[in-house]
């Protein structure tokens, strides 16, 4: 019998044959943590006696959730991760670098058959790159710290073959909420989930990013894809490293296969206030917007700057929104700037933040008043998510988001492009 | 180990920004301080009303979304005695076995909020005093029982320096 590719990774990083539904505990590549969950992390290492990370050329803190700090609270928590890292030597991504789901992949670290632990629940973002990368919280964040390793539940794998061509204006946001409507926020809890299929292979890198990033809101313990000429090319921009992907064997054994074309699929929304409330955005045109973000490591990457950019071009925001845009990294931010995107958005009344999360996890930068309604390229709209519950919150791609912003109401992007 | 305690009932895909939001968590590790605030958004009163060793009873994907430890943490520190569930989203079940914070997988549609139960993890089992009735526990992966009956995973690096599940 074969194996899927989560099958394959474990074996390799485990030096058992691994099955699913077995336990291994697996070597692990690379070890991250971010400001929300490193100072807990730094607590449970002490407590467990550690005195040195396993290799610090493999570990990473991020202070991105909270950049710069808001407060004196969160002031002494990122001094604290700093006094760590200082001290046992390894790499900080320090305010502005950016969302740590963009800065470790653009850092070169992660790649086919990589396996990666993050201490951060959208850390199977990295799953578009062919790498097993999952969250963990901070007690086992610590553990990797320590062991270099971590124990894992092999899972079940279920597979996504996306058929058909994705319509201009339709993007892959609109194709992965409209899985998770489909299948719903517990629909691959305890499963690992792969992508594939032609939808999938004519997406560029950025785009798949989008999609492994929002497995967890299906419940998914991984969102994997195989690699292709893309992937390779878009590793070849951040490193030398040589990594050998990893592919699905034609008999391998799947909890379920669902096949699903796309050529069809109009611009999505996920309703208020749930990820997996989704519908065709028509549904809900026409509804008011107060506030528009553009942003997250779910569509922060230079592509979606892009085609944000190119509908409020020449054009302004309407009166009655504020648009709030973050990019995903430093790095993405200063691409932004040389191709002129930066400059159009700000001209057409953008507020750009330092790149970072926080307006998507309500620490700062855009926290909504009561009763307004925003509409966000993020990956959650929950109750309370950007910091006020009685707010409510449309999760949408980047084009929705911007055209929404220009007309003041839920829009379809179509009419703009 | 078994816990007697009463119920508080919520219904299913109960997220981490619920159990603890956002704009609290990041800023403190006083996880006193932040039970206070936990399940706010849900239930403004949550905190005022719950008694040491009352029970969260909820439909599934329990603790959906974020990584964050300060979930099952500030459960906790409001001296929940369990969480009962009849499904678990992954990570919250692992940081939850962590922390010590006992996740209990069950057919909870027969209990309601009030009811008075009494849990006992080494027999499998809840008894449910106000209804007379008994539910069984799915029981947990030997490796979880084995960091628990250590004191969570801390205390169970602290005595092998590492993972031994041998």
Not at chain 1, 186 to 200: N, P
Not at chain 2, 9 to 31: A, C, E, H
Request: aromatic share 8%; charged share 20%.
């Amino acid at each position: 019998m074969g194996q899927t590719i989560i099958e394959k990774i474990l074996s390799s990083h485990s030096g058992q044959e691994a099955r699913a539904n077995e336990i291994v505990v697996a070597r692990v590549d690379y070890v991250m943590g971010q400001d929300g969950t490193a100072p807990l992390a730094i607590r449970a290492f002490n407590e467990m006696g550690g005195s040195r990370v396993f290799d610090p050329e493999c570990v990473a803190f991020v202070i991105d959730h909270s950049a710069p700090s808001p407060n004196e609270g969160v002031s002494a928590l990122h001094k604290m991760m700093r006094e760590f890292v200082r001290e046992k030597g390894f790499r900080l991504f320090d305010i502005g670098e950016g969302v740590c789901h963009q800065v470790v992949p653009e850092s070169g670290v992660v790649g086919p058959g990589s396996l990666v632990i993050g201490a951060d629940s959208h850390t199977c973002t990295y799953g578009a790159l062919n790498a097993f990368s999952t969250g963990v919280g901070s007690t086992d964040l610590a553990g990797g710290l320590i062991s270099g390793r971590m124990w894992f539940k092999v899972p079940e794998t279920v597979k996504f073959v996306c058929n058909g061509t994705l319509a201009p204006g339709v993007y892959s946001k609109d194709l992965i909420l409209h899985l998770i409507g489909e299948v719903t926020a517990d629909g691959a809890t305890y499963l690992a989930a792969e992508y594939a299929g032609e939808a999938i292979a004519a997406l560029s890198q950025e785009a798949r990013f989008t999609i492994a990033n929002m497995a967890i809101e299906m419940g998914a313990k991984a969102g994997l894809m195989e690699a292709d000429e893309k992937t390779m090319a878009w590793l070849r921009r951040y490193t030398d490293r040589e990594f050998k992907p990893v592919s699905a064997d034609p008999d391998a054994s799947y909890a379920r296969i669902l096949e699903y074309d796309v050529a069809k699929l109009e611009p999505q929304v996920a309703r208020p206030h749930r990820v997996d409330n989704v519908a065709p955005l028509s549904q809900v045109a026409g509804k008011p917007v107060q506030q528009a973000l553009i942003g997250t490591c779910t569509n922060g990457r230079l592509e979606d700057l892009r085609i944000a950019a190119g509908i409020l071009g020449g054009r302004k925001v309407h009166r009655d929104v504020r648009l709030i845009v973050a990019p995903a990294s430093r790095r993405v931010f200063l691409d932004a700037m040389a191709e002129g995107i930066i400059q159009t958005l700000v001209q057409a009344g953008a507020a750009v933040v330092t790149p970072g999360c926080g307006p998507c996890v309500g620490t700062h930068n855009g926290v909504p008043s009561d009763g307004e309604t925003v509409i966000s390229t993020a990956n959650r709209n929950f109750k309370g998510r950007m910091g006020n519950s009685n707010a409510e919150i449309y999760l949408a791609s980047p084009a929705s988001v911007a055209a929404s912003a220009l007309t003041g109401k839920i829009t379809d992007p179509r009419e703009y492009i | 180990m078994q816990f007697s305690g009463k119920t508080h009932k919520f219904g299913n895909d109960v997220n981490t920004d619920y159990i603890i939001s956002g704009k609290y968590k990041f800023k403190t590790l006083d996880m006193k301080e932040l039970a206070k605030h936990v399940m706010e958004d849900l239930d403004p009163d949550f905190y005022g009303k719950v008694s040491t060793g009352d029970f969260i009873v909820a439909g599934t994907n329990f603790g959906c979304g974020s990584s964050r430890e300060q979930a099952p943490l500030a459960i906790k520190y409001a001296d929940v005695g369990a969480v009962l569930a009849k499904s678990f989203a992954r990570i919250f079940y692992r940081n939850a076995i962590n922390t010590g914070l006992p996740v209990v997988e069950c057919d909870t549609d027969r209990i309601e909020p009030g009811d008075e139960l009494t849990v006992d993890l080494e027999a499998g089992q809840i008894t449910n005093k106000t209804k007379g009735t008994v539910i069984p526990i799915k029981p947990l992966p030997k490796v979880m029982i084995k960091i628990l009956n250590d004191g969570g995973l801390a205390a169970h690096f602290q005595k092998y320096g590492g993972f031994n599940f041998s």
